[in-house]
C-alpha cells in the first residue's frame, strides 16, 4: 500500500537526532551514531543501537557520530542516518516525498547549510527547508518570537551553544559556540585522566555528567563508583568520584558559555535588553539540565533564568509547529531551502 506524503522536522543533533511527524508528534528521539564496517563501509546498526557499541567494538567495526559541533562531519553516513530515519517515520513505497524541516546552529557557513540541504534531499525529501536553532528553540518553548519585544534564549546542545536574541520574527543578535555537552563529557574525561591517572570512556563521562555532574560551587554533594584503566599499572582500577570534582571538571567549558551569554548581552541594543531583564532567559538543551546551572547563570547575569518545560524536545517541538501552521515555512524564519 502507497503512503501519502508525510512532513517531517528533524532536530538533527551532535548527540541525538529526533523526528517529529505533522499530525503524530514526536516519533523518533535517537543517539546520532551510525555503527559500520571499517572495510566495506556497511551499515550495521543506527541510533540507540549504535551507541551500545561505542568503545565495545571488535577492530572491523567502529561506532561513529557523523555530526561534529552541530556540523556535518561526515556527509555520507549523515545521509545514510537521515535517509534511516525518514524512512522509519515513512515508509517506502512512498507516493509523494515529504517535506522536511531541518535545524542547523546559528551562524553556520553557507557549505555547512548546503550539506544539511543536500543530505536531506539526497535522504529523500522533496522540499527541504532549514531554520536556525534559537529560533526553533523559542517557538518549541512557546515564546510569542513575532511581538515587537526582546526574548533571549540559550540552546546547550550536544555539540553547541546557540544563543539569541530574538525580536519580531527575527534573531537580532547571536552567538554559536562550539562548546556544550560533548565538551562537558571531554572535561571529565581530562580531569579524571589527570588528578587519578585513570582513563574512562566518552560513555563514563556522560553517566557521570547526568547522575551527578554539577554547575555550581556547593553541589549536592553527590558522589559515584567510577571504574576505568589505570595509566599507570594498565588494570581495571575503581575510585569515588564527587560532585564537587565535577564542578572543578567541567568549570572550563561552563565559564566559556556563561561568557558568551554576556558577550551577546554586551551587543544587545537597550530597548531589547530591558525587556529581557523583565522576562528572564529561557533556557533549553540537555546542557541546561545541568545541576545548578540555572542558578550560577541568573547570579552571573542578574537576570532571572527560566527552564524551558520539555528543554530536550524544545528545537523539534519548534520544527513541528512550523509544520502544523504551513504559513510558518514561507516566512523570514526560513534561512535556506531546496526542491526537487
Known amino acids: 500500500m502507497l503512503n501519502f506524503a508525510t512532513d517531517i522536522g528533524i532536530d538533527l543533533g551532535t548527540a541525538n537526532v529526533l523526528v517529529y511527524v505533522r499530525g503524530k508528534g514526536i516519533l523518533i528521539r535517537e543517539p546520532s551514531v ?3 564496517e571499517k572495510d566495506t563501509n556497511k551499515i550495521l546498526a543506527v541510533g540507540e543501537e549504535a551507541r551500545r557499541m561505542i568503545g565495545r567494538t571488535p577492530g572491523n567495526i567502529v561506532a561513529v557520530r557523523p555530526l561534529k559541533d552541530g556540523v556535518i562531519a561526515d556527509y555520507d553516513v549523515t545521509e545514510t542516518m537521515l535517509r534511516y530515519f525518514m524512512e522509519k517515520v515513512s515508509p517506502k513505497p512512498r507516493l509523494f516525498r515529504p517535506q522536511v ?11 555547512e547549510k548546503r550539506a544539511v540541504l543536500e543530505a536531506a534531499m539526497e535522504a529523500g525529501a522533496k522540499h527541504t527547508y532549514i531554520i536556525e536553532e534559537p529560533m526553533a528553540a ?19 546542545g550536544g555539540g553547541t551553544t546557540d544563543i539569541a536574541i530574538i525580536s519580531l520574527g527575527g534573531i537580532v ?18 580531569y579524571i585522566k589527570k588528578m587519578y591517572n585513570l582513563m574512562i570512556g566518552e560513555r563514563t563521562a556522560e553517566e557521570i555528567k547526568v547522575q551527578i555532574g554539577s554547575a555550581y560551587p556547593e553541589g549536592e554533594g553527590k558522589a559515584m563508583e567510577i571504574r576505568g584503566r589505570d595509566l599507570v599499572t594498565g588494570l581495571p582500577r575503581t575510585i569515588n568520584f564527587t560532585s564537587a570534582d565535577s564542578f572543578q571538571a567541567m568549570a572550563e567549558p561552563i565559564t566559556a558559555i556563561i561568557d558568551g551569554v554576556k558577550s551577546v548581552l554586551e551587543k544587545t541594543p537597550p530597548e531589547l535588553a530591558s525587556d529581557i531583564v523583565d522576562k528572564g532567559i529561557v533556557l533549553s538543551g540537555g546542557g541546561a539540565l545541568l545541576e ?26 519548534g520544527t513541528g509547529k512550523l509544520l502544523e501552521s504551513m504559513d510558518g515555512l514561507k516566512s523570514n524564519i526560513i534561512v535556506g531551502s531546496r526542491s526537487v
Not at 510569542?144 to 546547550?156: A, F, L, Q, W
Not at 543578535?173 to 581530562?190: H, M, Q, T, W, Y
Not at 542558578?295 to 527552564?307: A, D, F, N, Q, V
Open 101 to 111: 524541516v531541518v535545524c542547523i546552529p546559528s551562524g553556520v557557513t553557507s557549505v
Open 173 to 190: 543578535v547571536s552567538e554559536s559556540l562550539r562548546i556544550a555537552g560533548d565538551k562537558f563529557d571531554e572535561a571529565i574525561i581530562k
Open 292 to 317: 545548578g546551572f540555572t542558578k550560577l547563570l541568573s547570579e552571573e547575569t542578574g537576570i532571572p533564568i527560566h527552564l524551558a518545560e520539555d528543554p530536550l524536545s524544545c528545537v523539534v517541538l
Open 34 to 36: 551510525v555503527a559500520m
Open 138 to 156: 523559542a517557538i518549541g518553548a512557546g515564546i510569542n518570537i513575532y511581538e515587537p519585544s526582546g526574548n533571549m534564549m540559550v540552546d546547550i
